[in-house]
């Protein structure tokens, strides 16, 4: 039975354009379309009109009053941690009492301490609480996520994660693009054989997932302290061979060396690049890869932000991303992504809302569904409260601006 939605009368609708076939760059990062006074008709969950004017708008089957209110694409949020056992907030007291992120590590607390709840929990467990963070993200406005695994750092918990990921995507009303990150951290029982656990990610993980089909990209924590870029190396290499693109942590608490890297393996992205020089800046702007900065990250965890202005100015290619996990972000909350963008890295609301639209779209390789509204696609949108502008998000950052979330032919009530 045909099902159809009208939104009528919208103040704006907001990214109104066919998707550029590549990542949006340097000035067209700062323009954002849009439509004043203008009405969507959907049927079927697919964008079958974009209308002008008011006059003879279609009938419905469900009508929405959008006046005064702003109409954009769902977020594109393409680096999470969805998926974990328990939340880690007696690290964030060990922070406010002096110790650092790296001290922490060390004495078997992050990745590791994730780890350890990650294997005494079920796979049903995992899913019901990545259920409820699915939803809560959702209502947040978020329309398609990337989930790593990397809190199991043994064959059978990577995969008990990647299968629950792969658990999400079967039921969830938004597209999810699954990450294996199995090179997130050197476990307790390989601390003094490195090479094993590389040879045990090389030689066992990789091939079972690939068996599996269980992920679409390969990551590795290319990082002082973690894993070398030699290693990385050997690792995104064992990944593309089983036809896994690399999507990879790099620059976050050193200068490591992972953007050139990520670059000599054709990276879909490199992401953090809080520690990144000149040189690095530069290679970005020149090459295909899409630098992803997540500002959430250093803000709670309170080491600098990347320099998203130089990246943005020098014509590199910016997505933002949540980086939603127990240890350094635990919130999912696009629009406060977007404050934090504006304030800390210093984009506009345009440049901040297109990073994380059409560019965080691409960041996934989901170009095709997300990030934009046009005709003909897949109705993801997001309707915000009453406000002057779409500006108001980013700046009101302590209010909750969305009042409804359209998925396909189901209209959420956020508020």
């Keep these: 039975m045909s099902k159809s939605i009208l939104i009528k009368r919208a103040k704006s609708i907001l990214q109104t354009r066919d998707m550029p076939e590549l990542p949006l760059r340097g000035a067209d990062l700062a323009h954002l379309p849009s439509l004043e006074n203008a009405s969507l008709f959907i049927r079927n969950g697919i964008i079958e009109r974009i209308l002008h004017s008011h006059d003879d708008l279609p009938e419905a089957d469900t009508v929405i009053d959008a006046k005064g209110r702003h109409i954009l694409p769902c977020w594109c949020d393409s680096h999470s941690h969805l998926v974990f056992a328990a939340s880690r907030e007696g690290e964030f007291v060990d922070r406010i009492n002096g110790l650092s992120y790296e001290e922490i590590a060390a004495r078997g607390g992050g990745i590791l301490n994730s780890a350890n709840k990650l294997h005494n929990a079920s796979e049903d467990e995992l899913y019901e609480s990545a259920w409820h963070r699915l939803q809560e993200i959702i209502n947040f406005g978020t329309g398609a996520i990337e989930i790593k695994s990397g809190y199991g750092l043994n064959t059978s918990d990577e995969l008990k994660m990647l299968r629950t990921i792969r658990r999400l995507k079967q039921n969830s ?146 997505a933002i991303a949540s980086d939603y996990n127990p240890g350094s972000t635990p919130s999912g909350k696009i629009p406060f992504l977007l404050s934090l963008a504006c304030i800390k890295l210093r984009m506009t609301p345009a440049e901040a809302i297109n990073a994380v639209t059409i560019n965080g779209a691409h960041a996934m390789e989901l170009q095709n569904e997300c990030g934009v509204i046009a005709e003909g696609r897949i109705a993801r949108l997001i309707l915000t409260k009453p406000m002057q502008s779409s500006d108001y998000i980013p700046y009101a950052f302590g209010s909750d601006h969305i009042e409804k979330v359209v998925l396909s032919s189901e209209v959420r009530e956020i508020c």
């Design 173 to 318: 009303p938004i597209p999810i693009k699954a990450t294996f990150l199995g090179a997130h951290a050197i476990p307790i029982k390989y601390k003094e054989n490195r090479e094993g656990y590389v040879r045990l990610i090389i030689d066992e993980m990789i091939p079972l997932i690939a068996d599996e089909g269980l992920a679409d990209y390969i990551d590795v924590f290319c990082e002082t302290g973690f894993f070398t870029t030699s290693e990385t190396e050997r690792i995104l290499e064992a990944g593309s061979g089983h036809g896994l693109r690399p999507k990879i942590h790099v620059n976050q608490l050193s200068n490591s060396g992972g953007v050139q890297t990520g670059i000599r393996h054709n990276a879909l992205t490199v992401d953090h690049l809080e520690q990144i020089g000149n040189e690095e800046i530069a290679l970005l702007a020149e090459s295909q890869v899409i630098a992803t900065l997540l500002p959430s990250c250093s803000f709670f965890i309170n080491i600098p932000f990347a320099p998203a202005r130089s990246l943005i100015d020098s014509g590199a290619a910016v």
